[in-house]
């Protein structure tokens, strides 16, 4: 089931302070200087293409490691912070040589930072939260898979990010198993 809808985002600056907060309650730090720009359609389009990305449909964030940026498309409240969630988890260590880890290690940190939405009634949005199915795209989908095998193995989400980040797993070392 779909959560209702939450307030439409147009402006970064409508989402800075959840930003903040949710990370802090999440590390007990405050958030790095990341650029968070919240982008109409067009925006986010060209924006995207400057950066060297391929579009398709339903690309909804991304993010730029060189300038520390975080670029999403404008969205109703939940789903906006789940992105840039998603976003500052790419952003939070370097990025790792396979592609596969790398969105483990996002989807990891989103997964961490969703539970600390929901935990703590952040923008009173914890009926709101809810994960999407990853693309189908052997990439996003494999990630998801890796991640969600892990959850339901025990691992914490924030360990999982941890170990990813330093490399001390891999996807790459749990196929066929």
Known sequence: PSAPKTKFIKATEQVQEFVEQIFIELT????????ITVCDEREFREIHTQFGGHWS???????????KSIFVLENNLAELLLTIGHEIGHLLSDPLPNIIDEEAK?????????????????GNLKNHIRMHQPAQNGVHNVASLFVNNMLD???MAMDIFEQLS???ISNTFCRNL
């Open 28 to 35: 007990g730090k405050e958030l790095p200087c990341f650029n």
């Open 57 to 67: 449909p339903g690309v909804v964030g991304f993010c730029s490691h060189t300038t």
């Open 106 to 122: 996002a989807m990891a940190f989103a997964s961490a930072w969703a539970q600390t939405i929901h935990d703590n009634n952040i």
């Open 153 to 155: 193995n025990g691992s």
């Open 166 to 168: 330093r490399k001390y």
